[in-house]
């Protein structure tokens, strides 16, 4: 719930990565506390929206999944538009999904605006056996780009609502501003007399 | 792409990005592929980069017009009405969460050698020098008679069947002249010749209709609403809503050449060696070019100017429509201009299009009267494109191809060319009235 008299950010978030690398799940465990574990490449619902309330502000996430258009490299300009936050995710039992985090991470700064909050996640923490990619290694990398690094499960839940709080936090300190823009959806209030003119 | 699909959709333009999203929301399995690396096909719209690549060779754009990524300068230029039929298919669809709209300022119109406003306000009206007073009140009583009249309802008909009554017929009975006429005709029913003149006065009462109500729905300036970031938006809009339903996009695919079986009914699209599958193929006329016609012509100029169109009372998007009986010629021209403020160039720059249909092989001299309204200008490209329509039968070929762009002001045209599409397609008529994101809000 948005507490009264805090100032409401509303930030369009993207989320980048490879496919397979559970980006999907990060975002249903987010936003609807649940997991699969044979979840579907997405289709059907690629939009979700959810608000965190933090002391300083409450922030209206919109967020946006790559709808499988990642596959064969066919992300719109659309996608980066006006987005304040982006996530970028690889699978850490995956080095192949690391090098390919790079690029994206390297396709945000040519597409993505310039004072974006940009997070680097280690999802599937819960395959720590078959572990491909050092957390030093992702820290690194992170760090060099000006992103923070986390390391989540979407299965156990373990660092996911700690990666949307950071990312609201420091959204909250950027403050990003929205367009003055119409809703197309509302009808017109007080309707009026059509051909008004030549009286 | 070893697969087989229902449909293979070739070409990113609008008209094809709606039919791939419309059909995958039915459940088609959807292959959309453009041979170009970008999405929008025709109807993209291009950054500086792009634009110097496609008009000026090997020049790089100066440096003083900014930063190329700042511009999106379209390349088929319309606004949409705000009632009109593509935004009841941005609001069925759900499309309308992935973009922002803006209202456009204002719609102006030429007229005895000046730049006037098409009046959006009582007070509007009442200044305006287009009319004189006593035509003022004749006009009253003829949008009195188009505001009530109700398709439905016979007693608003007042005795005349509109289905066969000439539009000069209806205008004679409330005795208005002929600059007048051409007002209504051309600034508020938006026809781009004079031909409505003498067909059934029902389409142009229809049409002064969508006019009044797209006006008042936003209470802006003009009928109009744009998209921030251009219109190359709304193809990449709808291609999302294709994808989000399960629609597969390869972009940068060459040839996509088209295969058919000895009967001529289509088997299959074939890009770098790989054949995919399919019943059906969707595309523009760029992929089948043996089976559609040249019907014409568009010739266009853009500018990139640092100054709103004179004139225009300091509009910073808006549209001039310059009609062809004020100009000597058979159709209409029009001046569009976007800026800064519709995010499709850097701050203080603005981007103006002056198009019409091409009468001659000259677009320089025949967009004069249009460019010399808009003063003086940073750069200049002149270009003219050649329009096609459909030859095939789809019933025997299974190919359904899209007509181009036409030079009219807003999308009614094209949208109607996807809903009939959508029928060949399907057999099924698209029901806009129903909402699909409260559809699929109830079933969660």
Same mark, same amino acid.
């Given at each position: ?23 999907? +799940? ?47 490299? $066919? ?43 940009? %997070?680097?996640?280690?999802?599937? +923490?819960?395959?720590?056996? +078959? ?21 989540? $499960? %979407? ?16 959204? %909250? ?27 | ?8 959709? !070739? ?13 995958? *929301? ?14 929008? @096909? ?51 669809? /759900? ?65 005349? /069947?509109? =289905? ?13 002249? /002929? ?13 781009? /010749? ?26 802006? @300036? ?51 060696? #790989? =054949? ?18 040249? *019907? @014409? ?14 004139? =225009? ?43 019409? #249909?091409? #009468?001659?092989?000259?677009?320089? =001299? ?12 940073? #750069? ?15 019933? !025997? ?29 399907? @057999?099924? *008529? ?15």
């Amino acid at each position: 719930m948005a507490r009264p008299g805090n100032k409401i950010i509303q930030a369009k978030l993207v989320l980048l990565g490879d496919m397979g690398t559970g980006k999907t +799940s990060l975002v249903l465990r987010f936003v609807k506390g649940q997991f699969f574990e044979n979840q579907e490449p997405t289709i059907g619902a690629a939009f979700f929206t959810q608000i965190l309330s933090l002391q300083e502000a409450t922030v209206k996430f919109d967020i946006w999944d790559t709808a499988g258009q990642e596959r064969y490299h $066919s992300l719109a300009p659309m996608y980066y538009r006006g987005a304040a936050a982006a996530v970028v995710v690889f699978d850490i039992a995956s080095k192949d999904t690391f090098i390919r985090a790079k690029k994206w991470v390297e396709e945000l700064q040519r597409q993505g605006n310039s004072n974006l909050v940009m %997070a680097l996640v280690a999802n599937k +923490s819960d395959l720590e056996p +078959s572990r491909e990619v050092d957390t030093e290694e992702g820290e690194e990398f992170a760090q060099e780009n000006g992103m923070f690094y986390i390391e989540t $499960s %979407a299965k156990t839940a373990e660092n996911i609502n700690d990666l949307f709080y950071e990312i609201a936090q420091r959204l %909250a300190k950027a403050c990003p501003s929205k367009p003055s823009t119409m809703n197309l959806n509302n009808e017109v209030q007080h309707r009026r007399k059509l051909f008004c003119c030549f009286g | 792409m070893d697969e087989e699909y229902d449909v293979i959709v !070739l070409g990113t333009g609008l008209k094809e990005c709606i039919l791939s999203g419309l059909l995958s *929301v039915d459940g088609l399995k959807v292959l959309h592929m453009d041979r170009n690396d970008y999405y929008g @096909g025709e109807s993209t719209s291009l950054n500086l980069i792009q634009l110097w690549r496609r008009f000026r060779g090997n020049d790089k754009p100066p440096a003083h017009l900014g930063s190329s990524r700042d511009y999106n300068v379209d390349m088929i230029p319309k606004f949409m009405m705000a009632n009109g039929t593509l935004v009841r298919v941005l609001i069925h669809t /759900d499309v309308t969460k992935y973009l922002y709209f803006k209202a456009v300022d204002g719609s102006y119109v030429f007229n005895k050698g000046k730049v006037h406003k098409v009046p959006a306000t009582d007070m509007e009206a009442l200044k305006s020098p287009l009319m004189g007073i006593f035509e003022k009140r004749r006009a009253r009583k003829f949008f009195i008679y188009v505001q009530d009249y109700d398709e439905k309802d016979p007693k608003t008909h007042e005795g005349l /069947d509109l =289905t066969r009554v000439t539009t000069r017929e209806l205008i004679a009975k409330y005795g208005l002249d /002929d600059n007048t006429v051409d007002f209504i005709g051309h600034a508020l029913a938006l026809h781009r /010749d004079d031909r409505y003149l003498n067909e059934p006065a029902l389409d142009t009462v229809k049409r002064m209709k969508l006019y009044a109500e797209s006006l008042a729905r936003f209470q802006g @300036g003009s009928p109009y609403i744009y998209p921030l970031y251009g219109l190359g938006e709304l193809p990449q809009a709808f291609a999302r809503l294709s994808a989000v339903y399960g629609g597969t996009y390869m972009l940068n695919k060459p040839e996509c050449k088209v295969e058919f079986n000895e009967e001529g009914k289509v088997i299959g699209v074939t890009s770098e060696g #790989e =054949t995919a599958r399919c019943k059906k193929v969707v595309c523009d006329p760029s992929y089948l070019p043996n089976k559609v016609r040249k *019907v @014409g012509r568009v010739a266009r100029a853009i500018a990139i100017m640092s100054h709103p169109i004179p004139n =225009t009372n300091d509009s910073h998007s808006v549209q001039v429509i310059l009609p062809q009986k004020q100009l000597g010629r058979k159709s209409d021209m029009y001046l569009f201009c976007c800026s800064y403020s519709h995010n499709v160039a850097p701050k203080g720059k603005f981007i103006a299009f002056v198009s019409t #249909e091409a #009468e001659t092989d000259h677009p320089e =001299t025949e967009l004069k009267p249009g460019i010399d309204l808009l003063g003086p200008v940073d #750069e200049i490209f002149f270009d003219v494109y050649d329009r096609y329509e459909p030859v095939n039968e789809p019933s !025997l070929d299974n190919c359904f191809i899209s007509t181009s762009y036409d030079a009219t002001t807003h999308f009614e045209s094209t949208v109607m060319d996807v809903l009939n599409m959508y029928t060949l397609i399907t @057999g099924k *008529v698209l029901d806009l009235s129903v909402d699909l994101s409260a559809a699929s809000a109830a079933e969660e």
